[in-house]
């Protein structure tokens, strides 16, 4: 991985994305303002791995370009590609609001670009703005419930 420098028009990528994430739906233009200037914009090389399962949730990523594969350790050799996420799909937005080992690896499939904040940096945001962080606290308990049913 290696960070890049953000142009304009990445700042203006970004800001379209996080529109259609839904984590960030509720905020308003300033809040999303106070946001951006944490996330930053990452080079992955083919095959280089973004996360592993079981490691403890970090940071949220969208796709800037490229692509990435979402994997499925199933034993201890094999893994099992479960999705494939492209420009503007995010993942690891649970990361955001628990440090919860990773569900899944995630590999790039090509040369891709992530745009990255760290769960770190989002906790700060938080604490600035209780009324966001009970939003962000009732989505994250309806996200596992949901993902407790698909599982079964």
Same mark, same amino acid.
């Given at each position: ?10 700042y203006?990528? =970004?800001?379209? *994305?996080?529109?259609?994430?839904e984590? !960030? *739906? ?5 809040? =999303? ?9 990452? &080079?992955?090389?083919? #095959?280089?791995?973004? @996360?592993?399962?079981?490691?403890? #949730?970090?940071? @949220? ?8 594969s $979402? ?13 494939? =996420? #492209? ?25 891709? &670009?992530? @745009? $990255?904040?760290?769960?770190?940096? !989002?906790? @700060? ?7 966001? *962080? ?5 989505? *994250? ?12």
């Amino acid at each position: 991985m290696e960070k890049v420098a953000m142009s304009d028009a990445d700042y203006g990528h =970004l800001a379209r *994305a996080m529109r259609k994430v839904e984590f !960030f *739906a509720p905020l308003n233009v300033g809040e =999303l303002e106070q946001i951006v200037k944490y996330i930053m914009l990452c &080079r992955y090389k083919p #095959g280089e791995t973004v @996360f592993h399962q079981g490691e403890p #949730g970090d940071a @949220f990523y969208i796709v800037y370009d490229g692509a990435v594969s $979402v994997r499925l350790k199933r034993y201890i050799f094999l893994s099992k590609t479960v999705a494939r =996420l #492209g420009p503007g799909d995010f993942f690891g937005e649970m990361a955001l609001l628990s440090r919860d080992p990773r569900n899944a690896s995630v590999v790039c499939e090509e040369a891709t &670009r992530l @745009f $990255v904040l760290l769960s770190a940096d !989002f906790s @700060f945001m938080l604490k600035k703005n209780p009324a966001f *962080a009970e939003e962000m606290k009732k989505l *994250a308990e309806r996200r596992k419930f949901m993902s407790r049913q698909q599982s079964k």
